[in-house]
């Protein structure tokens, strides 16, 4: 099944219309007709939004298998938050910069140990490719348990890490690196991105937030940031 038979199935079941879901990933409404008769694919970087508008996640999207066709960690992250604010809306980048201090105009930094912890294998693939292109190396983790583990083994200079994931979710794999490994950078990178996921994270030690989508350009330059501040 192609990608755009995906996108209306799941969009027919949480009764969207394809106008909505163009005005929702600011395209137009015929850019989405063409994904869903293959007349075209959606760009990599609308993905993400894709999946996390429909509540599927990215594997799930592409026909990957063992992708879940749900939304999960749900139950777990109600501990931080009472129910999953959807009255607030969605910060884009800069927002998000504001709120984290975000300073542009790092200098280029190559050559570091990053761990991508993120339970979707598209989205990991895709950090591994822009950032070995980008002179890194990089090892994945698909959930919180054996990004853990990894650190046990491997000297990491910076993990990406997803908020939603099953087994173990973003927030509570954070507080157990941060308590064992508090010099450790870590940025998160999600589709979650109302201002109180934001300040959570930075409440529990997070170094940084990316919004999912996003640009690859704009991804190397808050990791570079972030690896700057580490030299420095």
């Known amino acids: 099944m192609y990608i755009g038979e995906m996108i209306r199935q799941y969009r027919e079941r949480k009764e969207i219309t394809q106008k909505d879901l163009a005005e929702k990933l600011n395209v137009t409404p015929q850019a989405v007709s063409r994904w869903e008769n293959g007349i075209s694919m959606p760009d990599v970087d609308v993905l993400p939004r894709i999946a996390d508008l429909l509540h599927i996640t990215i594997d799930g999207l592409l026909g990957y298998r063992g992708g879940n066709e749900t939304k999960i960690c749900e139950q777990n992250l109600q501990k931080y938050f009472t129910g999953d604010h959807p009255e607030e809306p969605v910060l884009s980048q800069n927002q998000i910069d504001l709120i984290t201090g975000y300073l542009p ?16 294998a598209f989205m990991r693939m895709m950090l ?38 099953p087994n173990k979710n973003g927030f509570d794999t954070l507080k157990e690196i941060k308590k064992v490994y508090p010099e450790l950078k870590v940025v998160m990178l999600s589709a979650r991105c109302q201002e109180s996921y934001v300040r959570v994270a930075l409440e529990l030690g997070a170094d940084g937030f990316i919004a999912k989508p996003f640009q690859p350009e704009g991804l190397v330059e808050r990791i570079d940031r972030c690896l700057e501040i580490e030299e420095g």
């Open 105 to 120: 105009g790092a200098k280029r930094v190559t050559g570091k140990n990053i761990l991508a912890i993120d339970d979707s």
């Open 128 to 165: 591994e490719k822009i950032l070995t292109s980008n002179g890194h190396m990089v090892w994945q983790a698909e959930d919180g348990q054996e990004a853990l583990d990894i650190l046990q083994r491997k000297s990491v200079d910076l993990c990406l890490l997803d908020i939603a994931m």
